[in-house]
């Protein structure tokens, strides 16, 4: 069996993704996740979300960081 990985749509932010993976799910992709890349590099997404918090509370002004969706389907 062939598992496929997509990533779609690249998020302007983590709650825009969060809004399209509800999207995904509910058009029957259940498999879907959100990616998170920093500098191009995929990184573990609690610590995207940890990096959320700290960014929040020190008002910085650059975020190198991306969103995306990604899709699973068999």
């Known amino acids: 069996s062939v598992i496929y ?3 779609y749509e690249s998020a302007p932010s983590y709650e825009q993704a ?5 999207t995904a799910k509910e058009k029957g ?7 998170a890349f920093k500098n191009g ?4 997404i609690s610590d995207f979300e ?3 918090f700290w960014n ?6 650059s975020f190198p960081y991306k969103v995306c969706l ?3 389907y068999l």
């Open 56 to 61: 929040d509370l020190t008002r910085r002004k």
């Open 29 to 35: 992709f259940e498999s879907s996740f959100i990616v």
């Open 18 to 22: 969060k809004k399209n993976l509800e």
């Open 50 to 52: 940890q990096m959320l």
């Open 5 to 7: 990985k997509y990533y």
């Open 41 to 44: 590099e995929k990184i573990n």
């Open 70 to 72: 990604c899709i699973i």
